[in-house]
């Protein structure tokens, strides 16, 4: 079967780094997203990888192994606007997204 | 621009009731989906459509049905609701194919009684 696994909830300081680790396992893949979804809201996007290594793109960094079925979110300069749930989706073999149930992020001033 | 647009923002229905879910984007996207998000789980897929005229069943098609007659506007319809069906309804779309971001509208919440 197909499955995403993020931990469920996180804690992190005001100005520091967090880093959201996502394991997949799906049939086939295509690449993998990053959705960020403030509560009460609808989400929205904050990267793509296709190939392995690290895409940098302003305070957030994500990273791709496909060989160990394995991504994560890193987020530097903590801001208390950062906190929100963060969706991994990896896309299978049939171009469909499979989504993670997300990982709230708490950030503490 | 708009972006993606859903009408109504709140529902209550009555178990049995019928309705109808809008869906509109003006950025002239191919593709557009309908999810529905449920505490403690992730988005799941109910239909998509990967252009104007055709739909296809997503992960949980049951009780619900999909129509796109114009490119620009995707109707969710719930014929008999259920309490199961009680879910927040999210409508998404993307300009080409599944590579591209999607972009959200900004979701329905529906309960059903």
């Known amino acids: 079967g197909q499955n995403i696994d993020q931990p469920t909830e996180m804690t992190a300081t005001e100005g520091a780094i967090v880093q959201i680790n996502c394991t997949y396992q799906t049939s086939g893949f295509n690449g993998l997203f990053w959705y960020q979804q403030h509560a009460g809201e609808a989400p929205t996007f904050l990267s793509y990888n296709v190939l392995d290594g690290l895409e940098e793109k302003g305070r957030f960094s994500s990273f791709l192994s496909r060989s160990k079925g394995y991504s994560y979110l890193l987020l530097k300069e903590l801001q208390m606007k950062d906190s929100a749930s963060y969706l991994c989706a990896p896309l299978d073999s049939n171009y469909q997204l499979i989504w993670g149930a997300g990982t709230k992020l708490i950030i503490k001033p | 621009n708009a972006g993606v647009t859903q009408t109504p923002k709140f529902r209550v229905l009555k178990t049995g009731q019928s309705m109808t879910l809008l869906c509109a984007q003006d950025m002239n996207h191919e593709y557009m989906y309908w999810y529905r998000q449920d505490p403690g789980m992730g988005l799941r897929l109910i239909h998509y459509?990967?252009?104007?005229?055709?739909?296809a069943k997503g992960e949980v098609p049951d009780g619900y049905n999909v129509s796109r007659l114009k490119k620009q506007n995707f109707l969710l319809g719930l014929e008999s609701a259920a309490p199961s069906q009680t879910s927040v309804y999210f409508c998404?779309?993307?300009?080409?194919?599944?590579?591209?971001?999607?972009?959200f509208g900004p979701g329905t919440r529906l309960t059903v009684l």
């Open positions: 459509s990967v252009g104007e005229g055709t739909t």
């Open positions: 998404a779309s993307t300009l080409k194919d599944a590579h591209n971001e999607q972009f």
